[in-house]
């Protein structure tokens, strides 16, 4: 196990509405990214946080936000929601920085309708 | 536009035959490719990963193999077991960007 979790494991929504994921990181690990991944492929990179700071993003549009909080956690929070948004989205945090191996959590696996 | 992706969708071989997972990378500019592991309703799992000054890596039963020439790695899985059966990614990377670019994925199924 990585020691990252992440709540809750299913969730079901419908066009339109907004969610909030949340990611718990191991104690000191000081980033987390934020990846979508649809059945299927590849996790793609949505965007990244170090101490509390966005330090990049992937091409996904504003609608997708994020926070990092002093405790380690953080939260992805997906606006208007799409169809497509249908995916399991993945954390991964870092213990020595943005350049350091990321251990992922479990996923949540995200169904609009 | 640059991609990264594999070969083969799906892979199925015995237990305790050797199993080799293909991956094809476009971007000239990536310098670090990592292979990961995902087993159902589990995140990715780092297994190994490999520079471009290299062209072979080896770790516990499994072996990376790098051909720059023509943007092809490879993952090598020694003896494999049925707990090996899982979807195998490799990623591409730029040295000091740790934001992985992954590929679709290859479904291992190890048959006992």
């Known amino acids: 196990e990585t020691g990252v979790t992440q709540s809750p494991t299913h969730l079901i929504k419908t066009r339109g509405q907004q969610v909030t994921l949340r990611c718990s990181s191991q104690?000191?690990?000081?980033?987390v990214s934020w990846y979508q991944q649809a059945l299927g492929q590849g996790p793609q990179f949505i965007f990244q946080?170090?101490?509390?700071?966005?330090?990049g993003r992937g091409n996904f549009p504003p609608r997708f936000s994020g926070l990092q909080f002093p405790n380690y956690s953080s939260e992805l929070n997906v606006n208007a929601l799409e169809l497509d948004d249908s995916a399991l989205y993945l954390c991964?945090?870092?213990?020595?920085?943005?350049?350091?191996?990321?251990?992922f959590g479990p996923g949540t696996r995200l169904t609009v309708l | 536009g640059e991609s990264v992706g594999l070969h083969l969708p799906t892979l199925s071989v015995q237990e305790g035959d050797n199993s080799i997972i293909n991956c094809a990378y476009s971007?000239?500019?990536?310098?670090?490719f990592i292979w990961y592991k995902q087993e159902s309703g589990k995140g990715p799992q780092f297994i190994i990963d490999?520079?471009?000054?290299?062209d072979k890596r080896q770790g516990q039963r499994v072996t990376v193999l790098l051909n720059k020439t023509v943007k092809h790695l490879s993952l090598q899985i020694a003896a494999t077991q049925p707990g090996d059966s899982a979807v195998y990614f490799c990623?591409?990377?730029?040295?000091?960007?740790?934001?992985?670019?992954f590929g679709r994925g290859t479904s291992l199924i190890v048959h006992p």
């Open positions: 991964a945090s870092s213990l020595k920085g943005p350049n350091s191996e990321q251990f």
């Open positions: 104690s000191g690990h000081n980033t």
């Open positions: 946080y170090y101490r509390e700071e966005e330090n």
């Open positions: 971007n000239s500019a990536s310098d670090y």
């Open positions: 490999i520079r471009s000054n290299m």
């Open positions: 990623a591409e990377n730029t040295w000091g960007s740790y934001i992985p670019t």
